[in-house]
């Protein structure tokens, strides 16, 4: 069985769990991870815009805006702004509170992640959202969330900056998920 607090080594990556709220193995966790990840026609990002902004410098304009306008703590090495972040964390959050999850993320050798990694003295919610906002501000390492709603599973992948993507949400959890995109001013985007 996973433990909280063990690393799992998934290829080339170092993945830490830092929660376990059901009873799974390595290889089934492993297994259903990749079933979901390959379910190509399933999948959704949380995004700011409703559509793609083609013209590249005229995003590299708006995001710009974005990190300055929307951030207390604002530096040039954000590649996303911290409303963005308190916004996919309260969604997160409350999708865990719902449904059983398995959080994990990646170990990475950062100097800067460590140093965070090891300020973490929050315990349970404090320190799940500390960890989302950090990995989507600075864009160091990633995030996942493996949900079960009865019988079935779907994942949600914090990647850093703008990158949030669910993979294979059934109906029941796709319709909660945009609700609660919708209540937070995002857009939730099938991925094609």
């Given at each position: 069985m996973i433990k909280?607090?063990?690393?799992?080594?998934?290829?080339?990556?170092?993945?830490?769990?830092?929660r376990n709220e059901f009873n799974i193995d390595k290889n089934k966790f492993i297994n259903l991870i990749d079933s979901l990840?390959?379910?190509?026609?399933?999948?959704?990002?949380?995004?700011?815009?409703?559509k793609t902004i083609l013209n590249i410098e005229k995003y590299d304009e708006i995001e710009d805006y974005y990190i300055k306008t929307y951030s207390q703590n604002y530096s040039k090495d954000m590649?996303?702004?911290?409303?963005?972040a308190k916004k996919v964390t309260k969604i997160i959050l409350t999708f865990i509170s719902y449904y059983k999850v398995i959080i994990y993320y990646e170990k990475i050798n950062n100097l800067d992640f460590k140093k965070f990694e090891n300020s973490l003295n929050n315990e349970g919610f404090y320190k799940i959202a500390n960890l989302i906002e950090y990995i989507i501000t600075k864009d160091l390492s990633n995030i996942h969330f493996l949900l079960k709603n009865r019988d079935s599973y779907f994942l949600i992948s914090v990647r850093g900056g703008y990158n949030v993507e669910i993979y294979s949400p059934n109906n029941e959890d796709l319709e909660l998920i945009s609700i609660l995109v919708k209540n937070e001013g995002l857009f939730l985007r099938k991925s094609t």
């Open positions: 909280e607090n063990n690393i799992l080594i998934y290829g080339d990556l170092k993945l830490f769990v830092l990840i390959e379910n190509e026609e399933n999948c959704y990002f949380i995004d700011r815009f409703p590649f996303a702004d911290e409303l963005f």
